[in-house]
């Protein structure tokens, strides 16, 4: 089970997020470190 991110300019798995941002797809100061993080602890309280 994968985890899910949804953010302005990407939603869905959290890996493909990292693969993309990897192949150079998604330039990654685009993408919100503070709200993914958020995001993760939020699910993990939910837990």
């Given at each position: ?9 990407f ?30 602890i ?6």
């Amino acid at each position: 089970m994968s985890y899910e991110v949804k953010l302005e300019a990407f939603s869905g798995p959290l890996d493909l997020l990292l693969h993309l941002i990897h192949r150079l797809e998604i330039d990654i100061y685009d993408i919100p470190m503070a709200e993914i993080t958020q995001q993760y602890i939020d699910h993990i309280h939910a837990m």
